[in-house]
């Protein structure tokens, strides 16, 4: 008597390889998204500041006497200038530069704006005074986490005004 025995359904063995290529996937999955917000906050940090330089250089080609009596040279966001009202009656170069200074430093949350920040926070910028060329540089560093750990960034910008 020959009985033939037929096998149905999955062994455990089979599901088990199953959920561990499964859960390999999932991991790997997760991984590229996390690496991903990673990178995409990085390129917003540089977004921001690239637009925190090209906005104080724009404010010292608009005012050539406050460059020319080098109010913005040796400028650092960790020294800000007082307020201003001139901007509603009429400012001087020196005060237009001060306004100018103080706009720049609410890119890092240290201007007018009183703690807050349009995106690059515990970051400072600096101006630095021209050289014999005349060439300004505009530097905007901050830190990002980069694969795990703090990366120090930085970008700088050359300017003849």
Known sequence: MDIKKQESGFAMIEVLLAVVVLAIGLLAGSKMQLLGLN?????????????????????????????????????DTDTVPAASSCISTGCNASDLANHDLRMFANHFGKGDA????????GAKGSISAP?????????????????????????EVGVFL
């Open 39 to 75: 990178y995409t906050q990085g390129a917003m940090m540089r977004s921001h500041a690239t637009m925190a330089a090209n906005d104080i250089i724009d404010r010292m080609r608009v005012n050539q006497a406050g460059v020319s009596s080098g109010a913005y040279d040796g400028f």
């Open 131 to 155: 050289d014999a060329n005349g060439l300004r540089t505009v530097t905007v560093e901050w830190s990002e986490l980069v694969e795990g750990s703090e990366k120090a960034r930085k970008i």
């Open 114 to 121: 009183a703690g807050a920040s349009s995106g690059i926070s």
